[in-house]
């Protein structure tokens, strides 16, 4: 709330207060495998980050860190400027849509607020209203195990964003989703981002949704993972069909496609000789 | 030699020593029997595998079993009495106005085991009003007894009086439960009808043996049974031996009465009715069952071996 | 419709298996069992006839439900005093068991500190503390929970511990995230998802807290006249009443069996909308 | 390094916390258990001579320990019987548990028709029963190993089963596609699936099948020389010998501590590297 | 095999004999949820079939019941001309990965080819090679929890591929993974199809894949789960990356596309009424 008033209008590349700064941050797991190896990357508020990069370069590593549920094995993670950022401010779209099975739709989103100590009736309208963004309406009552895969995934940003975090870390979560709605999720997230001016990472596969969203696409290459190169996307808010089909976003999208290609003919590792 | 075998109701004590000497200084064999002992435990129960045939002979703790044996149809006979008298007795502390037997009842907790509670504590409530409410189980560890000054315990008047004198500190009053009309035989010698129908000659060579044995025991050099009690037990002390030995002659547990002219073993008929009338008059027993058949006399009051006592 | 389905199970002789062979599991589930228990039965009688063993070492099977009925007032008022000790004990071990394991889940070094003294306790033999309980409880019915619940307890906690520490890691990130207190994880998180193994601990718990008020009996002795089936099984053997003993012997079994069905059930009610073991397979 | 580290640590209290907290976790997971048990043994020796009590009752720690020297031959000895039976006994209970897991895991019918001879199997006092035992079976240790296996197989049976039917539903589905035989589900997917299962139960049963062997013995009875652990523990009950009998339980007791750090251990090696309940929390 | 000798040479449309048909189909769930209702579908023998949808339309289910792992609650799935198919002819990728956790990549792969009885020694060159189309190489020894959301995907596609399977049933089985690799593991599938020609049912949320790959695309609805229309690719085969860049392809794609808003408008239900 404070953050709409102390930012900028709209702008496309970061120009708020930096929020975060990886500065050499390496993970190596004890299993020996380098999944990060001296990442810098500085995250201002407001940033729409997205982190491009092939399979396994370490884009959800680097969301775990960014997190706190994992620490980096050297370099240090910089929260100047709100020193004791405090956790329960960020939301986490995870991978896999991390469901408490035991509970219907409805407990599974009311769940962070709960936590927070609102009470059920309380959250009700809150968690409806995500549902019905997520168009999850009339699936209430269903548990994890009767829903299609998108449908979990759905109630797993639903309950990312219920509690209308600060920062909100979202990995591929729209990965399962079928490209008409995943666009119109899209442009609900832009919206949202748009009017409360919280800040996103966002992992993605799709070049086309990175340009689309971010203001700033950072393309990560594999073993070790590493930041490959930052494109910053210069193009106005608000976004919409129009930019969609606009011949700046194709440059845009064939500029980063480029970029990722790069990326990936960079990965050192036996296994791309071959292709 | 024929191999029989003779299961006890306890683990290896003095108590058992007439069986363990006429083993070792092979009494029983010179009649043609190989006997092994088997000893038993507070939880351990021979007594089926007696049923059974799987064992020759069982010790029997006094006749009240053999008694329910005739009731349930079982043919299991009493070939002969080890103990004239009932070594049971009942303890308490002294000065704490349980001095008296019929004080006892007024006692705050009655430590009885599952075995006395079937039989001589059934004769207790209804012949000298013990509350059966009072009556706590025997794990036969006897430090609740010393621990609550109120409270009565059953024993052996051979065994529990000396651990309680020596590690309680404190000489217990006694009271032996033959004194005071419970006048059963004890450590009775069972086995079934079929063995005394098939093999007679077995049966009088135990009797025999075991009778020949006590007196050995008794009397004459009894080193190699209480090795051999030892062996079996090793916990116990020759001091406690010692102790059950000195214990059984005072009270004349095995040899007294009856024993001096029949010798060890000895049972009359008169004794096991009488006994077997009182308990039907405590209502312990029910009166229509047939007692004769729950004994035989004709394998002892032959006098067997009392030329050995000095 | 139904002309579909049986051209269906023409072409598709798998299918057609499936369906004939649910249908006879319908049946079969509640039959086999019953004709099992019948024949184990018939096989008892048959064997006490074959080698003549005698009804004061094993009675036939007859006898024993005959003496079931005869002394039924006894057996049952028994039966209750016993049930009664068991319940109580079960309800401590649950409330003990799921306690000690909470503490536990609380850190590694509690965990580390106290769980040998749990072991203390479970493999303790009553028999040899039964002295020392005697000497500082008064209360008799102390004692014989005391004792049930020894025996009792120490499934739920194992089971119950390792339920809480299986929780799925990505969901304890999120929990963190979410900035849940411990309590919070605990109670919407670990111990939800501990239920399949508490449910598990406490059907074996239920048996063991049923053998552990006999044992207790057994060892404490019974509550002046009103005696449980330990104190009937003791006296029984005893007085070489066989039929007795193996009637009092099948109460106890039909209880444990009951109390396992119940327990069974009551794990289904709870873990069948979400957890495998609970589920109807869906096709 | 440990500048940029210190520079983290002034930058984040959380995570300096968080280190500062592992390295004591570190020392106190092994220390700290230690530390409690001499406080125990320290509190069980003031106990007594706090309130008086007479070492029959219950007899200070130094003379239990001086016991345990004086009388270790005896002891050890003793307790070597009692391991022999404890050992195979547990080794039985895994067969047999795992073995009646399986079987029951192949059909409905079969638990339902089974498990109630299970069951009643765990619910029959050993005491009641041990005469019929006792009868038809001849040879000692064979005895003493039924006792002891009753009592100890339970756990595994009803944990493994359980494991066995919590198998993942897509895992399951997949095994089907590929036309895996009902052995080769068994085999790679149903009890890979309940090891962490079926481990829980054994910590169980490891305790059980000590104290299994204890009771078989009591029950059983010496057989001659070779008694264990049981035999010193009534006798020495009987003749006060409290201290003796207090050595003897704490041998009984640090034999279960030991039997469960194994069982720990082996069960941390198997699921190590996949189950979350032995997974190192890696951040 | 023998397929490819009976087959017609690499067409656009289905022309092979029948495989399998829907008549009819539907499933409702105990729950009471219609996952599909009325479904009829004909599979012809080397078809490379999409089955494209908005999330929940029960495409998942149809795989399902196609693979056998559930069975219609009306209408039947006829498999004439191979009247007793055998089901372990059938390759599945499943939505979610689906490995088994204690088993290394390895070992999880072999699976398939150890329930047919074949060793180690002789699984291990194909195994390697299937690890290798996936770039997993040198991950032989990782258990899944130390792969990556995509790795464990790719891990699942190598063991269904590696029984070479007649029917190929893959259900999304690219979504977790960046456009580039994507890319290339399409063309992967493509030649492999048309060499072995077996029949693909292929799940998808990408339009674009879905017109690159298959022959058909099946766009279905939600709420009743159905089919809404079928649409045929008859862009000759082999192709490649100039097919992707081709005006036929983006026509078709814009078709495709088309098809799909209106099956998601089609839907039934409250849930889309506010967007
Ligand atoms: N718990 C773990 N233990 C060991 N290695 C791990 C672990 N988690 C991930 N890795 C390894 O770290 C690397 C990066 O993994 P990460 O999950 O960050 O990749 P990613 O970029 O998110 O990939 P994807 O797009 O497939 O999700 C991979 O090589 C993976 O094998
Ligand atoms: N086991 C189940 N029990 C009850 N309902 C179920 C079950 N599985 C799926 N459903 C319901 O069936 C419908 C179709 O599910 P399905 O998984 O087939 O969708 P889908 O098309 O694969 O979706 P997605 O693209 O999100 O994976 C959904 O509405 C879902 O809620
Ligand atoms: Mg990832
Ligand atoms: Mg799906």
Redesign the pocket.
């Known amino acids: 709330m404070q953050e709409k008033v102390a930012q900028a209008p709209a702008s496309a590349s970061g120009k708020g207060p930096m929020l975060l700064a990886l500065r050499g941050v390496g993970k190596i797991?004890s299993?020996g495998?380098t999944?990060l190896s001296d990442v810098d990357l500085t995250i201002r508020e407001g940033d729409f980050l997205s982190l491009l990069?092939p399979?396994?370069?370490?884009?959800?590593?680097?969301l775990r860190l960014i997190a706190g549920l994992a620490t980096p094995t050297s370099g240090l993670l910089d929260w100047r400027g709100s020193s004791s950022f405090d956790r329960s401010n960020i939301g986490f779209v995870f991978?896999e849509p991390t469901l408490l099975p035991w509970a219907d739709v409805f407990d599974n989103v009311w769940l962070p607020l709960r936590l927070k100590g609102v009470s059920r009736a309380k959250a009700a309208p809150v968690v409806m209203e995500m549902l019905a963004r997520v168009h999850l309406t009339g699936f209430e009552n269903a548990v994890p195990r009767e829903l299609s895969g998108g449908m979990k995934m759905r109630v797993s940003i639903a309950r990312a964003m219920v509690t209308k975090p600060r920062v909100l870390l979202m990995d591929?979560p729209f990965a399962a989703l079928d490209e008409i709605t995943r666009f119109k999720l899209n442009n609900d997230l832009l919206e949202l981002w748009q009017d409360e001016r919280f800040t996103v990472v966002f992992?993605t596969?799709s070049v086309f949704e990175s340009v689309f969203l971010s203001n700033r696409v950072v393309v990560m290459a594999a073993r070790p993972?590493r930041v490959f190169r930052e494109i910053a996307i210069d193009a106005p808010y608000p976004r919409n069909e129009a930019f969609r089909t606009s011949p700046d976003y194709a440059a845009l999208c064939r500029q980063a496609s480029d970029v990722l290609i790069g990326a990936i003919n960079s990965t050192a590792g036996p296994h791309h000789d071959g292709h | 030699n024929e191999k029989v075998t003779f299961g006890t109701n306890w683990l290896a004590q003095a108590e058992h020593g007439g069986y363990y000497q006429a083993a070792a200084d092979g009494t029983y064999a010179a009649c043609g029997l190989d006997v092994t002992i088997m000893q038993g435990g507070p939880q351990v129960s021979g007594r089926p595998l007696l049923l059974a045939g799987k064992i020759d002979f069982y010790m029997g703790g006094n006749m009240l079993q053999a008694f329910d044996a005739v009731q349930q149809d079982i043919p299991l006979r009493v070939v002969a009495a080890s103990f004239q008298k009932e070594p049971q007795v009942i303890m308490s502390h002294p000065g704490q106005g349980l001095d008296k037997w019929e004080d006892l009842k007024n006692a705050d907790q009655y430590i009885i085991g599952d075995e006395g509670a079937q039989s001589f504590f059934q004769w207790m409530i209804t012949e000298f009003g013990f509350d059966p409410a009072k009556r706590v189980p025997y794990t036969f560890n006897p430090a609740p007894f010393i621990a609550n000054k109120k409270s009565i315990q059953q024993g052996y008047v051979t065994s529990e009086p000396y651990a309680v004198a020596k590690e309680g500190g404190f000489q217990p009053n006694l009271f032996l439960l033959a004194d005071y009309g419970f006048d059963t035989y004890a450590t009775t010698i069972e086995t079934m009808q079929a063995t005394i129908d098939k093999r007679p000659e077995v049966v009088q060579c135990f009797v025999d043996g075991s009778a020949k044995g006590w007196y050995n025991y008794l009397y004459g050099d009894n080193a190699a049974a209480n090795a051999a009690i030892k062996k079996d037990n090793p916990d116990i002390s020759d001091e406690q031996i010692a102790f059950s030995i000195e214990q059984m002659k005072k009270f004349g547990i095995v040899d007294s009465g009856d024993t001096e002219k029949l010798g060890i073993g000895a049972m009359t008929e008169e004794r096991i009715q009488s006994f077997y009338d009182k308990m039907v008059k405590a209502k312990v027993v029910p009166d229509d069952i047939d007692i004769k058949k729950s004994y035989t006399l004709a394998f002892v009051n032959k006098g067997v071996g009392i030329e050995l006592k000095k | 419709m139904t002309a579909i389905e049986e051209h269906a199970l023409t072409l598709d002789p798998e299918e057609a298996r499936r369906v004939r062979q649910e249908r006879l599991e319908r049946i079969g589930r509640w039959l086999l069992p019953l004709a099992i228990m019948i024949l184990a039965i018939w096989l008892w009688d048959r064997i006490c006839v074959w080698n003549d063993i005698p009804k004061y070492i094993l009675p036939r099977p007859g006898v024993v439900l005959q003496t079931l009925f005869d002394d039924a007032g006894l057996l049952f008022s028994s039966l209750l005093v016993t049930l009664k000790i068991t319940f109580l004990s079960l309800l401590l071990a649950v409330i003990g068991g799921v306690g000690l394991a909470v503490l536990f889940a609380q850190s590694k070094w509690v965990e580390m500190s106290f769980f040998p003294f749990a072991i203390v306790l479970q493999v303790t033999p009553i028999v040899a503390i039964f002295p020392l309980i005697n000497i500082y409880v008064d209360n008799q019915t102390t004692k014989l929970l005391l004792c049930a619940w020894i025996v009792a307890f120490f499934p739920i906690l194992s089971n119950t511990t390792l339920g809480l520490n299986s929780v799925d890691r990505n969901l304890r990130d999120m929990f963190k995230l979410n900035g849940a207190t411990r309590w919070q994880q605990l109670r919407y998180l670990r111990l939800p998802a501990a239920m399949p193994y508490f449910l598990g601990g406490l059907k074996i718990a239920g048996g063991l807290s049923l053998i552990g008020a006999v044992v207790a009996e057994f060892v404490a002795g019974a509550q002046g006249q009103s005696s449980g089936l330990a104190s009937r099984i003791i006296e029984a053997g005893y007085r070489l009443n066989a039929p007795r003993l193996f009637a009092a012997l099948i109460l106890i079994s039909f209880t444990g069996i009951l109390i396992f069905l119940v327990l069974s059930l009551i794990s289904h009610l709870i873990l069948r909308r979400w957890h495998e073991s609970a589920l109807k397979q869906e096709r």
């Open positions: 797991f299993n495998v999944a990069g399979s396994g370069c370490g884009k959800s590593t680097a991978q591929e992992v596969h993972g």
